[in-house]
C-alpha cells in the first residue's frame, strides 16, 4: 500500500514497536518512516505498520538524506519527526552533558531534526531529565535545537499518560518545538480524571469525567489459563469474549473514537493474541489468591491491580546484555496470576490488532518501552491544531507476514541484511 499523501508525513526514530506510531496516526499522521536499531522490533513494527518503511538501524549511521530516498518521502515536507532518545547520564564537570558518549543518541535525534527539517518535531523522555543536574542536559538539547532554527515550547512540560484516557500511570517528558517559520503548539490539556492505583476513593467532584478503570481494559478477555493453546503458543482461536466495556469495544474495533483517524487494519476478533500463559508454582498462585486487590503481594512485591484503579506503571524489563529479566507484573485484578502481554497492551491503549514479538520477554518489552497511544494520540492532535490541519480518517490496511512476529536476533538480522550482530544475545543464568 502507498503512502497516503492527503495525510500528513511522520517519521518516529527510536520506534521500538510503535506505541508512539500509533498513537500520532491515531491522530491523523502518516508513518512514513520509523526507524528502530533493534531488529526484532524493527520487524514488529513492519508488521503493525507495512504501509511505510522500516529501517533497523542505528541512529548513528543513518542521515536524513537516506530516510528520504530510502522511503516514499522523497522530497516532499514532512510534517512531524518524533521519538524518544535514551539517555545514560550526565558528563563530568567542564564537559557539555551532550558530549558524554553516554547521550550520543540525543544529539543524534537533534541532528536528525536539522537533516530533515520538518515543521514540528516532538521528543519523549523520562521525567527524570527535568530534575537536578539531568537539567543540563536538557538545556543543552533546546539550545542545541535553536541554534538550528528551531523554536521550542517552554516551559516544557512532563505529562501524565492517565490524564489522557489511559488505565495506567505513566509520566513521560514532552518536548515540542517548531520551525521557525511554523506556529508553536501548545500542550494538550487532561482529558479525563484518572483513577488511582491504590484502594483509594474517587474524587467526589471530579472537573472531568473519569478515566477508563482497570476492569475496563481487562473484564471482556477471557482467562488464559483456561485455554490450553496458550499453554505453548500466543494465539487462541474461536475465543468467547465478554462484554466489552466502551474503552474496550475501541481496542476490539467494535467501535471507532471521533478523535481516532488510524488506518483500520482487518483482523480476526475471534482469536487471542499475545497471551501465552505464565507457569506459576501452586505457591505462587496460594499467595496472589490472598493478596487483596489493590495490595502489594509480600513476597512477590507484585502489585495486584485494583479492579476500579488504574494500573501502575508498566516496564520493560533489562536489556539482553543485563541478565534479560522481565518486569514485575502485576497480578491480575481477578485470577491469581500476573496479566499477559495482551492484558499488559489493553492497559497500554493498544488496539487488539496490534501484535508483539510471540515471546513474552520480548512482548513485555516493547509495551514498557513504548508511549501509550492515546497519549500520542492527544499530542499529536495538538500539532496538527497548531498547522491548522483537519485530519482525515486512513483507508484499510492489511497488516504484515506474521512471520515477522517471530523472528529470533539471527533471523530479524538475515532479513534485514545485518551482517554483524548488533543486539547482545540473551544470557540468562
Not at 567542564?94 to 536539522?114: F, H, M, Q, S, T
Not at 530533515?116 to 521528543?123: D, E, G, N, T
Not at 467501535?255 to 505464565?278: G, Q, Y
Amino acid at each position: 500500500m502507498p503512502l497516503d499523501y492527503t495525510r500528513p508525513l511522520a517519521v518516529d526514530l527510536f520506534a521500538g514497536a510503535g506505541g508512539l506510531s500509533l498513537g500520532l496516526e491515531q491522530a491523523g499522521y502518516e508513518i512514513a518512516a520509523a526507524v528502530e536499531y533493534d531488529p526484532i522490533h524493527a520487524a514488529v513494527h513492519e508488521y503493525n505498520f507495512p504501509y511505510g518503511k522500516t529501517f533497523a538501524r542505528d541512529v548513528t549511521g543513518i542521515t536524513g538524506t537516506e530516510i528520504r530516498s530510502k522511503s516514499e518521502i522523497g522530497d516532499r515536507e514532512i510534517a512531524l519527526v518524533a521519538g524518544g532518545p535514551p539517555c545514560q547520564g550526565i558528563s563530568l564537570i567542564g564537559r557539555r552533558a551532550i558530549d558524554d558518549p553516554r547521550n550520543a543518541l540525543l544529539k543524534e535525534y537533534v541532528r536528525l531534526v536539522l537533516e530533515l527539517q520538518p515543521r514540528h518535531f516532538l521528543m519523549e523522555n523520562v521525567a527524570g531529565l527535568t530534575v537536578g543536574k539531568h537539567r543540563q542536559l536538557l538545556t543543552e538539547v533546546i539550545d542545541l535545537l535553536s541554534d538550528g532554527g528551531y523554536q521550542v515550547l517552554t516551559p516544557y512540560r512532563v505529562l501524565q499518560a492517565a490524564d489522557y484516557g489511559t488505565p495506567q500511570s505513566r509520566k513521560r517528558l514532552i518536548l515540542l518545538g517548531a520551525r521557525k517559520d511554523v506556529p508553536l503548539p501548545h500542550y494538550p490539556e487532561p482529558l479525563v480524571t484518572p483513577r488511582p492505583i491504590r484502594n483509594k476513593p474517587l474524587p467526589s467532584d471530579p472537573v472531568l469525567p473519569f478515566g477508563p478503570s482497570v476492569n475496563d481494559a481487562l473484564s471482556d478477555i477471557p482467562d488464559a489459563h483456561s485455554i490450553d493453546e496458550l499453554l505453548d503458543g500466543d494465539t487462541a482461536s474461536n475465543v468467547v469474549y465478554g462484554t466489552p466495556s466502551d474503552y474496550a469495544a475501541e481496542l476490539r474495533g467494535i467501535t471507532t473514537a471521533a478523535d481516532d483517524f488510524s488506518h483500520p487494519r482487518r483482523f480476526d476478533r475471534s482469536v487471542l493474541t499475545s497471551s501465552n500463559r505464565t507457569n506459576h508454582t501452586s505457591t505462587s498462585i496460594e499467595r496472589f489468591d490472598a493478596t487483596t486487590p489493590g495490595d502489594v503481594e509480600p513476597v512477590s512485591r507484585f502489585l495486584r491491580l485494583n479492579p476500579e484503579g488504574i494500573c501502575n506503571t508498566l516496564r520493560a524489563g533489562t536489556a539482553s546484555d543485563r541478565g534479560a529479566f522481565t518486569a514485575p507484573r502485576p497480578i491480575h485484578p481477578t485470577y491469581p496470576r500476573v496479566i499477559t502481554v495482551r492484558e499488559a497492551a489493553r492497559l497500554h491503549g493498544y488496539p487488539d490488532w496490534f501484535r508483539f514479538h510471540v515471546t513474552k520477554w520480548n512482548g513485555f518489552r516493547e509495551i514498557g518501552n513504548s508511549v501509550p497511544a492515546r497519549l500520542g494520540r492527544a499530542i499529536g492532535s495538538a500539532l496538527l491544531k497548531a498547522d491548522n490541519v483537519t485530519p482525515t480518517r486512513g483507508a484499510t490496511v492489511e497488516l504484515g507476514d506474521p512471520a515477522l512476529l517471530s523472528m529470533n536476533a539471527s533471523e530479524a538480522e538475515k532479513y534485514y541484511g545485518i551482517e554483524e550482530r548488533v543486539i547482545p544475545q540473551r544470557d540468562r543464568k
